[in-house]
């Protein structure tokens, strides 16, 4: 069976420039979320997706950031534009069941 | 204060012995837990729930204390490959969806 997907692995832009990742989660799983990971800390949940719809996105920056999941199954997380405190690793994960989550490799971002 | 704190270690441990540590949280009615374990540079992968009655699975116990809002992990005849960061996860009370994660405890298996 197939794990969650994110693309890409690695993205390195300059600030005030936009990104986006993807994620494909696995097959069957409704809740799918997004997280932000800095070094040496746990994920921060960013946003969280039961089907289509956004049911937790409290900690979303919603001036710069924005994310998307149509039709409930992959789902893009954008930022637009970039700075530089947002270096990072941007995890991926879905789940079937409560507090069961899967992860994507993750896409690693460095702002310059 | 954090919701979820946890011992960022490291904690050294020579090979084949056992090592234990906690990770506390705040809100008295989180409803669920759980242990991931992150390798270097990997994605997180759940290792095991946590039940009220504590649980165990292989070298690996967790208890929970929900008197003292702590959860705890032992590792028993410690392998090498047990070298990982060790993530303390606690689930919201209002909504079994949103979790919150610990910054994580380092474990060091040694020769």
């Known amino acids: 069976e197939a794990g969650v997907v994110q693309s890409p692995r690695y993205k390195i832009i300059e600030k005030k420039q936009p990104v986006a990742f993807w994620c494909n989660p696995i097959?069957?799983?409704?809740?799918l979320y997004w997280y932000l990971q800095n070094l040496g800390q746990g994920p921060e949940l960013l946003i969280r997706y039961e089907n289509e719809e956004a049911v937790d996105d409290s900690q979303l920056p919603k001036d710069r950031f924005s994310a998307e999941r149509l039709k409930g199954v992959d789902s893009t997380l954008k930022i637009q534009p970039a700075e530089l405190g947002d270096s990072a690793v941007y995890l991926c994960a879905s789940s079937l069941l409560p507090g069961e989550l899967f992860f994507g490799e993750g896409s690693r971002l460095t702002v310059l | 204060r954090k919701e979820v704190e946890q011992d960022p270690g490291p904690f050294n441990v020579p090979e084949g012995a056992t090592v234990a540590f906690n990770c506390t949280y705040s809100?008295?009615?989180?409803?669920?837990f759980f242990w991931y374990r992150q390798d270097c540079r990997k994605e997180p992968k759940l290792l095991m729930s946590?039940?009220?009655s504590g649980n165990e699975d292989g070298r690996f116990t967790a208890q929970l204390n929900r008197a003292s809002q702590y959860i705890s992990l032992l590792i028993r005849d410690s392998k090498l490959s047990d070298s990982a960061t060790y993530l303390c996860v606690v689930s919201s009370a209002d909504s079994w969806g949103k979790l919150q994660f610990g910054a994580g405890t380092q474990v060091v298996v040694t020769p």
């Open positions: 809100n008295s009615a989180s409803q669920s």
């Open positions: 097959s069957g799983h409704n809740t």
């Open positions: 946590v039940y009220s």
